[in-house]
């Protein structure tokens, strides 16, 4: 089955600075990579997501980009707020199945 | 307001004492799941329904139960909680589910702790 790895676990950076999460992935056949915020007292919630047959995807302040080659895909955020600081979940969906395999996370502290 | 709804937010339990965590999502979605959440391994997935009376395993079923016997409705059942199930779940929904509908909905999650 899939296994999704996320690195780093904790990442601490200034306000106005960028913060790349980055993630890996088992399963060549994985076609739907999407990223959750999860704010504290709160569920997850997506913020972005990306298809195998896109390279990048931005939206405003994120982007993500999907390397299928290397198997690896990265959350990037630009500009950093405080209000950007939570739990970020990366995760892979595979063609074959309906399991949705989460990465376990980094929490993302932006200084002020 | 669309949203999942988990009730209660916070269960402290004693070993062996039945209990049932509710979800519920007003969005008319055919796909619910239920996650829980543990330091250093992320989300993973207890069980899954497609649609009513339809229930599958995901990654780690053990210890639990569900029932899908309305559409809005999905509950968790642990029919005799152990110390390891001491955990935060979350329910999640979605329109269709994957692959089609990808984009999961959450509950705001209940924590749980058994004694």
């Known amino acids: 089955g899939e296994n999704v790895e996320q690195h780093p676990s904790t990442l601490s950076v200034q306000e106005g600075d960028s913060a790349v999460i980055k993630c890996t992935y088992s399963?060549?056949?994985?076609?739907?990579f999407p990223w959750y915020k999860q704010e504290l007292g709160k569920g997850p919630q997506l913020i972005i997501d990306?298809?195998?047959?896109?390279g990048e995807k931005k939206d405003q302040r994120i982007a993500v980009t999907l390397n299928k080659t290397a198997k690896h895909f990265s959350l990037h955020i630009t500009e950093t707020q405080p209000e950007d600081s939570a739990v970020y979940f990366c995760a892979a969906l595979g063609a074959w199945n309906n399991d949705m395999r989460f990465g376990a996370g980094t929490r993302l502290t932006v200084k002020p | 307001e669309a949203q999942v709804t988990q009730n209660p937010r916070y269960l402290i339990t004693v070993t062996g004492k039945k209990l049932t965590v509710t979800c519920s999502q007003n969005?008319?979605?055919?796909?619910m799941s239920w996650y829980r959440q543990d330091p250093g391994l992320g989300l993973r997935q207890i069980y899954y329904?497609?649609?009513?009376?339809?229930?599958d395993k995901g990654d780690v079923p053990e210890g639990y139960k569900v029932s899908r016997k309305e559409k809005r409705n999905f509950p968790l059942i642990l029919e005799s909680p152990s110390p390891n199930q001491t955990s935060l779940y979350f329910c999640?929904?979605?329109?269709?589910?994957?692959?089609?509908?990808?984009?999961?909905?959450f509950g705001s999650g209940t924590q749980l702790s058994v004694l």
């Open positions: 329904s497609m649609n009513v009376e339809v229930t």
């Open positions: 999640a929904s979605s329109l269709s589910g994957p692959p089609n509908s990808e984009k999961l909905f």
């Open positions: 399963d060549s056949a994985s076609n739907y």
């Open positions: 969005m008319n979605h055919e796909y």
């Open positions: 990306i298809r195998s047959n896109v």
